[in-house]
């Protein structure tokens, strides 16, 4: 299981964009790299995934390079509401592997007024 | 998306007691559920992997007979904490997947053992 690397924590105003990046210097040809939102005291919730170059929903978008080496989450005009902890995890999406992951760290994103 | 839900999503608990935690996907079936423990401040850390119809598979260092796993239907898993200390206390979640690539995470279970 590749291991990942993510800021610790970062501050951002309200109303701008926020970019967390991901080191995953391992990751695997069958990785995929997924993001996951925690706020205290509640169970994780699916982001954003994707395997190369952009990706893009309705919350955020995903940035990985050619090498997929890392991989930056950014989020747009954020809001308070966004404060929590994001978490960057990479995984083999074959059957029963890609769930088995190991969470890193985080980034605790504080966003203020 | 698909729902996970747990049960309770608090408890208190005495030392020396056990309690039970259920995790259901009610939209869903789920082969495959997970339980994960989370200390304040601390990142998930994997426990177990439940597998309906068979026995769980444990992480290195988790104690199989301390967190009893049982996962007896498609859609329900429960973590059985026994004899529950102090140091037990903690915040517990489980996930299951609808496919094989998008994990779904119960609320949390939030126990604590006076």
């Known amino acids: 299981l590749a291991k990942t690397t993510q800021p610790i924590s970062m501050d951002s105003y309200e109303g701008q964009e926020v970019n967390i990046t991901c080191s995953h210097n391992?990751?695997?040809?069958?990785?995929?790299i997924t993001w996951y939102q925690q706020f205290p005291s509640q169970g994780p919730r699916f982001i954003i995934q994707?395997?190369?170059t952009k990706v893009t929903n309705e919350v955020a978008s995903l940035f990985i390079p050619a090498d997929r080496k890392s991989s930056t989450l950014s989020l747009p005009r954020v809001s308070l509401s966004d404060t929590a902890v994001y978490y960057c995890?990479?995984?083999?999406?074959?059957?029963?592997?890609?769930?088995?992951?190991?969470f890193g760290t985080g980034t605790k994103l504080q966003v203020i007024p | 998306g698909a729902v996970v839900s747990q049960h309770p999503s608090w408890v208190i608990c005495k030392s020396g007691t056990s309690v039970k935690i259920e995790c259901r996907s009610l939209?869903?079936?789920?082969?495959?559920m997970f339980w994960y423990r989370q200390f304040p401040k601390q990142s998930l850390m994997l426990m177990a992997t439940?597998?309906?119809?068979?026995?769980?598979?444990?992480e290195q260092g988790v104690e199989k007979d301390k967190f009893l796993i049982n996962h007896a239907s498609l859609t329900l898993s429960t973590l059985t904490v026994t004899s529950a200390h102090p140091e037990d206390s903690s915040f517990y979640i489980c996930?299951?997947?609808?496919?094989?690539?998008?994990?779904?995470f119960g609320q949390g279970t939030r126990l604590t053992v006076v």
């Open positions: 994707g395997y190369k």
């Open positions: 995890l990479v995984g083999d999406m074959s059957s029963g592997g890609y769930q088995k992951v190991t």
């Open positions: 939209d869903f079936q789920a082969t495959t």
């Open positions: 391992n990751i695997a040809t069958n990785d995929y």
């Open positions: 996930s299951a997947s609808k496919t094989t690539w998008e994990a779904f």
């Open positions: 439940s597998n309906e119809g068979s026995k769980a598979t444990y």
